[in-house]
Nanobody, 123 residues
């Protein structure tokens, strides 16, 4: 069964940190560009960050630049999103996704999606 499974979400105070993980099973991530997306209540899903299949290039939404870091460990078939200096507006369900492309692609073209993990930033 081909799937992505996220973990690491939770409740954190403003200014705190979380690290999300996303593990793939049933396929290898080596050939996939991977991304993190989020959806807040009443809002559309948006891309937070993505990384090319080689790991040589990343990009970030303006709202998270300087605070979030995407990474991948192909040996562990896992991707990560380190989130620092979290703000209440970061509260959302976070999803990982993998697309069989070398470069980052539009959200609609990702092949596999995780089930999502809730991140809540509140005092």
């Amino acid at each position: 069964q081909l799937q992505l499974v996220e973990s690491g979400g939770g409740l954190v105070q403003p200014g705190g940190s979380l690290r999300l993980s996303c593990s793939a099973s049933g396929f290898t991530l080596d050939y996939y560009a991977i991304g993190w997306f989020r959806q807040a209540p009443g809002k559309e899903r948006e891309r937070v960050s993505c990384i090319t299949n080689s790991g040589s290039s990343t990009n970030y939404a303006d709202s998270v630049k300087g605070r979030f870091t995407i990474s991948r460990d192909n040996a562990k078939n896992t991707m990560y999103l380190q989130m620092n200096n979290l703000k209440p507006e970061d509260t959302a369900i976070y999803y990982c996704a993998a697309g069989l492309f070398r470069l980052c692609v539009p959200m609609a073209r990702y092949n596999y999606w995780g089930q999502g993990t809730q991140v809540t930033v509140s005092s």
